[in-house]
């Protein structure tokens, strides 16, 4: 709708920019409600669609924040961290000062 390339002006930034952040908080349901808004049929694909859609991404959202997923999460980070830690140390013996002598 709002195209990176060329300025399509304020009016239409405004409106992708509104329509954005409501598929962003609200999920495709928000699609629906733009669509009547602007008296558009809405046909049984276009609602299923929108529906099974929302349900997945809601399941999604739900999964990651599940106990187990947060404590991946930290472990991966932290052992990440571990071994950035441990590159940086062995950086620094190969790095310094009088090695070449």
Request: charged share 25%.
């Given at each position: 709708m709002a195209l990176k390339s060329?300025?399509?002006?304020?009016?239409?930034?405004?409106?992708?920019?509104?329509?954005?952040?409501?598929?962003?908080?609200?999920?495709l349901s928000n699609v629906i409600r733009l669509m009547q808004n602007l008296g558009m049929k809405i046909g049984t694909n276009c609602y299923n669609f929108c529906v099974e859609t929302d349900e997945r991404r809601i399941k999604y959202s739900e999964r990651s924040l599940t106990d187990a997923a947060k404590e991946a999460r930290l472990l991966l980070k932290s052992s990440r961290k571990e071994e950035e830690e441990a590159s940086i140390n062995l950086d620094g013996q190969m790095y310094g000062a009088a090695i070449a002598d």
């Amino acid at each position: 709708m709002a195209l990176k390339s060329t300025s399509s002006g304020k009016h239409v930034l405004d409106t992708a920019i509104y329509i954005a952040v409501g598929i962003y908080n609200d999920g495709l349901s928000n699609v629906i409600r733009l669509m009547q808004n602007l008296g558009m049929k809405i046909g049984t694909n276009c609602y299923n669609f929108c529906v099974e859609t929302d349900e997945r991404r809601i399941k999604y959202s739900e999964r990651s924040l599940t106990d187990a997923a947060k404590e991946a999460r930290l472990l991966l980070k932290s052992s990440r961290k571990e071994e950035e830690e441990a590159s940086i140390n062995l950086d620094g013996q190969m790095y310094g000062a009088a090695i070449a002598d």
